[in-house]
């Protein structure tokens, strides 16, 4: 079934000789929610106005409250003329063009170029309407995806906007029905897609880029089916979900927490989402809770109480832990979804934790084994859903997902493993393989997410990477030569020049930060420190561009413990001595009092190479790569750290700039 995204649509003949009280009556019928008077005399004086506005138009079509919905909001108006696709917006009683303003009708536009398949190839024209602000010059430019400048104008001379709007096209007309018809496959951020899910959305409605909500969909439904067949039998299961860089391994998670809290009736199941990403988990519950807040109109619900539901629904898995040590028995969730599940600790990791942070000094368990155990305290079923990324272990102590293979052979063999084939592979698993674990394992190809969501330019960026940091450099440069035009990477030794290019390139409320590995010691000559934005999530990912603790001020640099798990529109990288290239390899570093020392431990290799991965996969649009000059004054920074990084990545093919 086709979903209806406009309220109302016409050509403009016959919105012409439609009255008004027709047109509001189809609008009103058509409103969710309580309609105010307000928003009524809006929309009247929206239609008195376009009637004046196109009445010399021979042709077009003219379309009310049309759904974008990765915005969850609705544009006022979208007009189709030639080959141009006019997005009105309407502040009516308005004296002035506000910012907010001009930001919502930039937004709309670029939602339909990037998302809407009937908008792919057309002149797209956001006009905003301060009906009683003073007029403005019409010229704009267009960019080279065909996304113009905001046209500002008022109620007067919308006329002569929407007029010279249309000559900024060019080619065949627009079929009205083919345009109306077309699919819309929206790739929001994982917050976006958070706040859309938990106001109960579903996850087909707000993702369907490149069959990236098929495989979403279909692993809802196999973990669904696992759960359930569990519930029916009284078992105890786990699955494993794996999935590329950016495929949505979160949301898949935020999904099921989200489906099985719906379904909950019984008030026997009760499902959570458990992360030990700290960063991630602030700032999901902190989005959540504004969001709450912003569309309780009706219920008035309070920010307080809208910040403890959101985290009853996403929680700490360490906040988890201690409970489950604190009370022995089972936990209130019979479901529980842990994400990044190969960042969980070892047992070294975990008992040295226990005993000096917790003063439990008899502990000597690894997390994985403590986790499970404490579900499996549960008579009857319970189920355990572990999302897992390859390559993504940071920090010292993870253990990466053998160490969940580990305590469920030789602790737990009553439990049934579910997974896909993709575990068996090296970035899962280097030394341990799922026969081990002996029939009670079922393979499910429905548990792996091979589709990146995250760039909805491109797919190739996560292989592309990869290969950067550890395969051949013709690899990497064939793979990344096939998103430049569509994904721009570019470098540049100046960190002045890369804050002007995101900034030239970010339009409406595209995100931008400034990105650096937490061992970047060596950035303070550029008002680089190191853990600048720990503490500061919340405001660095969620605040707009007028607070200067927000991301768009590119005062402070996010390491990939904050960004693990979230991500940018565009972001600057500044690559320090701590990953430099030598010769055919890398060379890993740690600053040390006053000088760069060699790490010879392979785990702590890994650690900071995966902390680059992470890095340079967060952008959704593009990145630039900033490559540090040096200094022959500073041994700590001289040249000849930077120059070979610089060049390998020169040989790469990337843009300098």
């Known amino acids: ?42 929309w009247a004086q929206q239609i008195s106005i376009l009637k004046r506005s196109t009445l010399g138009l021979s042709g077009g079509t003219i379309l009310f409250e049309y759904l974008i919905p990765r915005m969850g909001k609705r544009a006022d108006n979208v007009l189709l003329i030639g080959n141009t696709v006019v997005v009105i917006e309407f502040k009516v009683g308005a004296t002035n063009y506000d910012r907010n303003a001009v930001k919502q009708a930039i937004d709309y536009a670029l939602d339909l170029k990037n998302f809407h398949g009937g908008s792919k190839g057309m002149t797209i024209v956001p006009i905003l309407v301060a009906t009683q602000a003073r007029e403005c010059q019409h010229e704009v430019a267009v960019a080279a995806d065909g996304v113009s400048e905001v046209i500002r104008t008022n109620a007067e001379h919308l006329s002569a906007a929407i007029t010279y709007a249309a000559s900024l096209g060019s080619g065949s007309a627009i079929d009205p029905q083919d345009w109306t018809e077309a699919g819309y496959q929206p790739t929001p951020t994982i917050i976006e897609a958070s706040q859309a899910l938990y106001r109960g959305h579903a996850v ?123 009370n022995p028995a089972p936990p209130t969730e019979r479901v529980v979804v842990f994400d990044e599940a190969q960042r969980a600790w070892n047992r070294e990791q975990t008992s040295k934790f226990m005993q000096q942070k917790r003063g439990h000094g008899d502990f000597d368990l690894s997390e994985p084994d403590f986790l499970i155990g404490a579900m499996d305290r549960h008579s009857g079923w319970a ?41 068996q592979d090296l970035d899962y698993l280097p030394t341990l393989s799922t026969n081990e674990l002996g029939s009670r394992v079922n393979h499910n190809r429905s548990l792996h997410l091979g589709v990146s969501i995250r760039s909805f330019r491109s797919e190739q960026l996560s292989a592309g990477i990869n290969s950067l940091l550890t395969g051949s450099i013709e690899i990497a440069r064939q793979q990344l030569e096939s998103i430049r035009q569509t994904y721009p990477i570019c470098i540049t030794r100046s960190l002045q020049t890369a804050k002007d290019w995101v900034r030239r390139h970010a339009r409406g409320s595209e995100r931008f930060g400034l990105l650096a590995s937490s061992g970047a010691r060596r950035l303070k000559p550029l008002s680089i420190f190191a853990s600048g934005v720990q503490g500061n999530e919340c405001n660095w990912f969620l605040n707009d561009d007028l607070d200067v ?109």
């Open 1 to 42: 079934m086709k979903i209806q995204r406009a309220s109302y649509q016409a050509d403009t003949p016959r919105f012409q000789t439609e009255s008004e009280e027709a047109i509001l009556g189809q609008l009103a019928q058509s409103h969710l929610g309580d309609l105010t008077p307000a928003q009524r005399e809006a």
């Open 204 to 326: 087909t409605d707000i993702t369907r880029f490149e069959a990236g909500a098929d495989n979403l969909g279909a692993t809802t439904t196999a973990l669904c089916h696992i759960i359930d067949n569990a519930k029916s039998q009284g078992e105890k299961a786990i699955c494993f979900v794996t999935g590329v860089p950016g495929a949505g391994k979160t949301l898949a998670g935020l999904n099921l927490a989200n489906e099985r809290r719906k379904s909950d009736t019984d008030a026997i199941e009760h499902a959570v989402f458990l992360s030990g990403n700290g960063p991630l988990v602030k700032v999901l519950q902190e989005s959540l809770a504004r969001d709450v807040v912003k569309h309780s109109n009706s219920t008035g619900e309070s920010k307080a109480e809208a910040l403890r539901k959101a985290k009853a629904f996403i929680q700490n898995i360490h906040h988890f832990r201690d409970e489950c040590i604190r």
């Open 383 to 423: 189920v355990i859903v572990c999302l897992v990324g390859g390559g993504q272990e940071i920090n010292t102590g993870e253990a990466g997902i053998e160490e969940w293979l580990r305590a469920l052979r030789d602790h737990y063999p009553h439990w049934s493993v579910h997974l896909p084939d993709q575990l």
């Open 549 to 657: 603790r927000s991301s768009y001020y590119l005062e402070d640099a996010a390491s990939e413990f904050e960004v693990q798990g979230l991500e940018l529109d565009w972001t600057v990288l500044v690559w320090d001595g701590d990953l430099i290239r030598s010769g055919s390899n890398w060379s890993y570093r740690a600053f040390k009092g006053t000088r760069w020392q060699v790490i010879r431990n392979e785990d702590a290799q890994r650690y900071r190479l995966n902390a680059y991965r992470v890095l340079l996969t967060r952008a959704r649009q593009g990145i630039v790569i900033v490559v540090p000059a040096g200094d022959p004054m500073d041994l700590t920074r001289l040249p000849e750290f930077y120059d070979p990084t610089w060049k390998h990545l020169t040989s790469l093919g990337f843009n300098s700039i």
